[in-house]
């Protein structure tokens, strides 16, 4: 179909089994962004509390 980045031509086919769980793959690899950006701020706010 189209170019996508590299020179890829990619189509993206919502039938195709590997689909939805290229979609879950997507959203935990957000929610593990997530997670660790929460798990800094609260070591970040102990630390603070510690005085270090």
């Known amino acids: ?29 957000g929610l593990r962004v997530r997670m660790a950006r929460d798990l800094r701020q609260v070591l970040d706010v102990i630390a603070d509390l510690l005085g270090c």
Do not use: D, E
């Open 1 to 29: 179909m189209g170019n996508w980045r590299g020179g890829c031509s990619c189509v993206v086919l919502p039938g195709h089994p590997g689909f939805a769980a290229g979609i879950a793959g997507i959203a935990g690899i």
